[in-house]
């Protein structure tokens, strides 16, 4: 596969969201990856070929090799990895300690290169909207204008799941005029409020996306539609840090994306040159990397336990009523992981619902299934009181038609817990670290684990700021960094 890797300069880049007074910048840089911007916002042909690109280099930001993903994903107990690569092995060992904000820190990439890759998406989708807005002559003004106001909602969304604060801007300039930043809150506030802009536009002007910006069939407008409708009900129930704030949740908004989400599973097609997944469908599941968390196989199977034993190096091959322990799941007699990394790292599973995938690489690929934006509603529901309604949801899907599991009962306890045991069975290895944002929300995340990361340091230095960080026992307990969790 190719290296699509963007590497881009947090100062330049923030040059479309912040006023530059706020910041030291001492080098002219040309952005050699983005066109001329005094053509970019003139050229129709120029701006429609950067409405082209705008999906893929969210999509290829938050599946990159380089991010967060994998790491996040071993962060969760949910994969486990005791590699060394992308801060694995530091974020997920016992106990946990603080991320490592030094920008000498040989992973320090891990987070710089995802925060500075949804920067540029941001300013080109603000440059898109603008010029919508000031009348450019595109030959589809409401497809372009749709796809800008798309990407400003998924930058800003997947920066708010992942950071504490963001830096917010639209096709107006920055939202802060002192060029402060806002909390993650506030962030995932103006992040839905633009996905909700570029729904209404999707509805009233009924414009299809191409097939070359969205490969795979699903770029129809009913069914793009929906997959903004999924991504708000994602983003929205993610973004929280502790159980406790799930009663701030707008579950009417929740619900109401759910009751126009995705009812089939929304795929894109992988043509492993423009198009592809690194992580979570490669490197957490290809042979020799990640396998799955015991954790996991303790919930399809109580019997075998959920923490690797002391002293043992194997474990017998697992047994449970959940069909896809046998369909999605492979057992390993044998393991590859370095002993003085910490045993804990001992699996007996890999994921192998995606050889397919590993095995053929030109094929489509699940971003978002239906039993996702399912789960969503069925939690929707559950918060809102209707039991019965909730429990439908759930025996209608995966649970009963890929698992096999007997249905089950409209019992708020039994509802919440089927939901989240979805959310790790099923579709774990689909969107970027939906486990994580699960145990976040759950409070099932190590103690010392991190809640969220902090801006990257070589971005505090180019403001300037000073450094900070969170996890081990830096920053507010449960707020910054998880002070409970599953074990």
Not at 165 to 177: F, H, P, T
Not at 238 to 244: I, P, T
Not at 349 to 356: F, L, P, T
Not at 464 to 474: A, I, K, V
């Amino acid at each position: 596969m190719k290296d699509l890797k963007k590497i881009v300069l947090f100062a330049v880049v923030l040059l479309f969201a912040v006023s530059c007074e706020d910041f030291s910048l001492d080098l002219e840089v040309q952005n050699f990856e983005h066109p001329n911007d005094n053509i970019l916002t003139s050229d129709p042909v120029a701006l429609t070929a950067a409405a082209g690109g705008i999906l893929n280099n969210w999509y290829m930001t938050v599946h990159e090799y380089n991010g967060p993903c994998m790491m996040m994903q071993t962060m969760a107990d949910v994969s486990t990895c005791s590699w060394g690569n992308v801060g694995m092995n530091d974020m997920s060992s016992e106990p946990r300690a603080a991320w490592n904000n030094s920008p000498s820190y040989s992973y320090d990439y891990v987070t710089n290169d995802y925060f500075n890759s949804l920067y540029a998406v941001l300013s080109d989708a603000n440059t898109l909207v603008a010029a919508a807005e000031k009348g450019t002559e595109f030959e589809n003004p409401d497809l372009v204008k749709m796809i800008g106001k798309t990407g400003q909602a998924f930058a800003i969304g997947y920066l708010a799941l992942v950071f504490d604060r963001v830096w917010l801007s639209d096709e107006n300039g920055a939202i802060n005029e002192d060029g402060s930043s806002s909390d993650y809150k506030e962030a995932m506030t103006f992040a839905l409020e633009k996905l909700d802009d570029a729904i209404a536009i999707a509805k009233s002007s009924g414009v299809d996306v191409p097939e070359t910006w969205l490969p795979g069939g699903n770029n129809g407008n009913a069914v793009f539609t929906q997959f903004l409708n999924s991504m708000g009900a994602r983003m929205l129930v993610g973004n929280v840090r502790n159980k406790a704030q799930k009663g701030n949740i707008n579950w009417d908004k929740v619900l109401s994306y759910t009751n126009n989400g995705l009812t089939e599973d929304f795929t894109i097609f992988m043509d492993d040159d423009v198009w592809y997944d690194l992580a979570p469908k490669t490197y957490l599941v290809y042979p020799g990397w990640g396998r799955v968390d015991m954790r996991v196989v303790n919930m399809m199977d109580p019997n075998t336990p959920a923490y690797w034993p002391d002293g043992e190096v194997t474990l017998p091959e697992s047994t449970s009523d959940d069909a896809r322990l046998l369909s999605d799941y492979q057992y390993l007699s044998s393991q590859n992981f370095n002993p003085t990394r910490g045993t804990y790292h001992y699996s007996t599973y890999r994921y192998s619902r995606y050889d397919y995938y590993i095995s053929d690489w030109i094929t489509d690929v699940t971003e978002y299934s239906a039993s996702e934006n399912d789960m969503y509603k069925a939690e929707a529901l559950l918060q809102k009181g209707s039991l019965t309604e909730a429990a439908q949801v759930i025996n209608d899907g995966t649970r009963t038609v890929r698992g096999q599991l007997p249905p089950v009962d409209a019992n708020a306890d039994d509802i919440a817990n089927a939901i989240h045991y979805e959310r790790l069975v099923e579709f774990a290895y689909t969107g970027m670290s939906l486990s994580f944002f699960e145990m976040r929300k759950e409070d099932l995340l190590q103690k010392g684990t991190p809640l969220h990361f902090p801006v990257p340091g070589k971005a505090l230095e180019a403001i300037p700021e000073e450094n900070y960080t969170y996890g081990g026992s830096q920053g507010v307990a449960g707020e910054d960094y998880s002070n409970g969790g599953w074990r």
